[in-house]
């Protein structure tokens, strides 16, 4: 799993990465949303952390931007905000968790996992990988247009690996 956090706090940033690689994780950590934008344009992550109080940009108008920009990616907002207008808001602008400080880290960490395995389902009913084509909706599988007649293991493994994890 790579993670990016996104944090102005060093002391947090760097308690939060040093956990997260503790439990597996690779972790890039930016301290602001200019560079958090940089981050997501150029890098694939499986999930952000995001806080909200940052220098210049905040949260929250990054998450409206990231969200209109059609990049998906699993954001955890963790912030101080604890108001339930706050965290309304940042659920409506695309979170898909939020988290108020203070929190455990264990709570974080478990968050995370919950937040990737769901990653790991396609949102997509069709999948391609090169010239082989999988509609989860019809159950039906194509080479180069062709249909392919597979058993239901080899079904499962081919919807399960996501086709290389391409999606079309």
């Not at 409206?64 to 602008?93: K, N």
């Not at 996992?113 to 194509?142: F, K």
């Amino acid at each position: 799993m790579r993670l990016l956090i996104v944090e102005d706090d060093a002391m947090l940033a760097d308690g939060l990465a040093r956990s997260l690689r503790q439990a597996g994780c690779a972790v890039d950590s930016v301290d602001s949303a200019e560079r958090a934008l940089l981050a997501v344009q150029h890098e694939v992550f499986d999930l952000v952390i995001l806080d909200v109080g940052l220098p210049g940009v905040d949260g929250f108008e990054w998450l409206g931007r990231l969200r209109r920009a059609e990049r998906y990616v699993p954001v955890i907002v963790v912030t101080a905000r604890d108001a339930v207008t706050d965290r309304v808001r940042g659920l409506d602008l695309g979170a898909d968790d939020y988290l108020v400080k203070p929190f455990a880290f264990e709570e974080l960490e478990a968050r995370v996992r919950a937040l990737i395995r769901r990653g790991r389902t396609p949102t997509t009913p069709r999948l391609t990988y090169g010239a082989l084509a999988l509609d989860r909706v019809a159950r039906e599988a194509h080479v180069h247009g062709e249909a392919l007649e597979l058993t239901a293991r080899e079904w499962a493994l081919m919807e399960y690996g996501g086709v290389g994890g391409r999606r079309a």
